[in-house]
C-alpha cells in the first residue's frame, strides 16, 4: 500500500479485500501462525491528518523446531489491516508496514492472541460501515489495540524483528 492515501488509489484494486476473504486467511493462521505485535501508524491524508492502520505481526509455529530441541525461528510476517470508506483491505508479507516511508508509528504493543481471537475481535466490528465522526480508521485501529494489545512494547522487540 502506498505511503498517503491518495497514493493508495491505485494499489487498493491489487490488495485482497473484504471480511470474508481475510477472515479465510485467519482462518488458515489456525495452528499455523502465532501473533507476536501489533502497531498502529499513521500515514499522512494531508498536514493536518492521519489516516491510521494496524499492521500484526506473525509468524509460523514450528513444531519440527520444538520437536527436535533446535532453535530455528521462523522468520516474521506482517498482516496490514487498512479500514476506510472503501471496507477492509489487507496484505500479508514480509514487509513491515510500520517502516513505511512516510508512515509515523504511533503506537506498539506485545499481542499473543490466537488466530481465532482476532477473528473474533474483526468479527465483533464488521457490521459497522465507515462514518468519518463515528467509526473511522482511528476507531477501528483502537477497538483491535484494545482487544488483542498485552503490554507495551520495548526497544528490544522492535529490534527484534529486524
Same mark, same amino acid.
Given at each position: 500500500?502506498?505511503?498517503?492515501?491518495?497514493?493508495?488509489?491505485?494499489?487498493?484494486?491489487?490488495?485482497?479485500?473484504?471480511? &470474508? $476473504?481475510?477472515?479465510?486467511? /485467519?482462518? *488458515?493462521?489456525? +495452528?499455523? !501462525?502465532?501473533?507476536?505485535s501489533i502497531?498502529?501508524?499513521? =500515514?499522512?491524508?494531508?498536514?493536518?491528518?492521519?489516516?491510521?492502520?494496524?499492521?500484526?505481526?506473525?509468524?509460523?509455529?514450528?513444531?519440527?523446531?520444538?520437536?527436535?530441541?533446535?532453535?530455528?525461528?521462523?522468520?516474521?510476517?506482517?498482516?496490514?489491516?487498512?479500514?476506510?470508506t472503501y471496507?477492509?483491505?489487507?496484505?500479508?508479507?514480509?514487509?513491515?508496514?510500520? &517502516? $513505511?516511508?512516510?508512515?509515523? /508509528?504511533? *503506537?506498539?504493543? +506485545?499481542? !499473543?492472541?490466537?488466530?481465532?481471537?482476532?477473528?473474533?475481535? =474483526?468479527?465483533?466490528?464488521?457490521?459497522?460501515?465507515?462514518?468519518?465522526?463515528?467509526?473511522?480508521?482511528?476507531?477501528?485501529?483502537?477497538?483491535?489495540?484494545?482487544?488483542?494489545?498485552?503490554?507495551?512494547?520495548?526497544?528490544?522487540?522492535?529490534?527484534?524483528?529486524?
Open positions: 500500500m502506498g505511503a498517503a492515501v491518495a497514493g493508495c488509489a491505485s494499489l487498493r484494486s491489487s490488495l485482497p479485500s473484504g471480511w &470474508d $476473504e481475510l477472515v479465510d486467511l /485467519l482462518d *488458515e493462521f489456525d +495452528g499455523r !501462525e502465532k501473533f507476536e502497531c498502529v501508524f499513521g =500515514l499522512p491524508i494531508n498536514r493536518l491528518t492521519q489516516h491510521h492502520q494496524v499492521c500484526l505481526s506473525h509468524r509460523a509455529v514450528s513444531a519440527t523446531g520444538s520437536l527436535l530441541g533446535c532453535c530455528f525461528v521462523a522468520p516474521l510476517k506482517y498482516l496490514r489491516l487498512d479500514f476506510g471496507g477492509i483491505l489487507f496484505e500479508d508479507g514480509a514487509e513491515n508496514a510500520c &517502516d $513505511e516511508p512516510d508512515g509515523v /508509528l504511533l *503506537e506498539e504493543y +506485545g499481542c !499473543e492472541p490466537d488466530p481465532a481471537t482476532v477473528r473474533m475481535a =474483526l468479527m465483533e466490528v464488521q457490521p459497522r460501515p465507515y462514518d468519518l465522526l463515528t467509526w473511522n480508521c482511528q476507531h477501528f485501529s483502537a477497538h483491535l489495540l484494545k482487544r488483542l494489545a498485552v503490554a507495551k512494547s520495548v526497544p528490544a522487540l522492535k529490534a527484534a524483528t529486524m
